[in-house]
Nanobody
Framework: QVQLVESGGGLVQPGGSLTLSCAAS????????IGWFRQAPGKEREGISC???????MYKDSVKGRFAVYRDSAKNTVYLQMNSLKPEDAAVYYC???????????????????WGQGTQVTVSS
């Protein structure tokens, strides 16, 4: 059974850092595109980062240079390191996986079939 479990969210001051984790079970993250998305109240869910099976990554422009996605194969977990956080980064963050292995990366939520339950990130002083 496929499962994605996010953790690591919380309250952080502007300019601070957080690292989110996405622990996968039922499949191996090395072989699938894994995306990170976020959804703020009243807004659409937006894609912010993706990592492909070959390790290539992509980012939404607004997080480039501040966020980094990487994975730990031994832990079957994908991480999102978030630095220089801004109030506008506050949202529920989700990880998602494409059910098709060895597929491309995108920031489109329609690509991804498997989703975690989300973790809240609050950026406030």
């Amino acid at each position: 059974q496929v499962q994605l479990v996010e953790s690591g969210g919380g309250l952080v001051q502007p300019g601070g850092s957080l690292t989110l984790s996405c622990a996968a079970s039922g499949f191996t993250v090395d072989y699938y595109a894994i995306g990170w998305f976020r959804q703020a109240p009243g807004k659409e869910r937006e894609g912010i980062s993706c990592i492909r099976n070959d390790g290539n990554t992509m980012y939404k422009d607004s997080v480039k240079g501040r966020f980094a996605v990487y994975r730990d194969s031994a832990k079957n977990t994908v991480y999102l390191q978030m630095n220089s956080l801004k109030p506008e980064d506050a949202a529920v963050y989700y990880c998602a996986a494409d059910a098709e292995p060895y597929y491309y990366c995108s920031l489109s939520k329609t690509q991804f079939e498997w989703w975690g339950q989300g973790t809240q990130v609050t950026v406030s002083s």
